[in-house]
């Protein structure tokens, strides 16, 4: 069975950091590209950052370039957000996904591509 268990949410200061985890387990293998996503209240669901298989590719999007950062560690299963300088508009709830459908050296910001999603956590920025 897929699961991914997500965690490192929370309530933080504008400026401050949070680092958010994804772990997964039932894959198998370690070729996933995996998103990291979030939805804040009233909003469609957006793309924030993507890492290939390979970990060699990954995206951000514009409004969280210089400020996010996205790594993997593949013995670990785990997939990590390092989230600094944050913003009230960062304030959300964060889900990983996981795609199986795209080669190991490219990864997408498009929810529509991912079929398997964790349950999600907040975060909320605010003084």
């Known amino acids: 069975q897929l699961q991914f268990v997500e965690s490192g949410g929370g309530l933080v200061q504008p400026g401050g950091s949070l680092r958010l985890s994804c772990e997964a387990s039932g894959f198998g293998s370690n070729y996933y590209a995996i998103g990291w996503f979030r939805q804040a209240p009233g909003k469609e669901r957006e793309g924030v950052s993507c890492?290939?298989?390979?970990?060699?590719?990954?995206k951000y999007a514009d409004s969280v370039k210089g400020r996010f950062t996205i790594s993997r560690a593949n013995a670990k299963n785990t997939v990590y957000l390092q989230m600094n300088s944050l913003k009230p508009e960062d304030t959300a709830v964060y889900y990983c996904?996981?795609?199986?459908?795209?080669?190991?050296?490219?990864?997408?910001?498009?929810?529509?591509?991912?079929?398997?999603w964790g349950q999600g956590t907040q975060v909320t920025v605010s003084s």
């Open positions: 996904a996981a795609t199986f459908k795209i080669v190991p050296t490219m990864c997408v910001l498009d929810p529509a591509e991912y079929p398997y």
């Open positions: 890492i290939s298989s390979s970990g060699g590719t990954t």
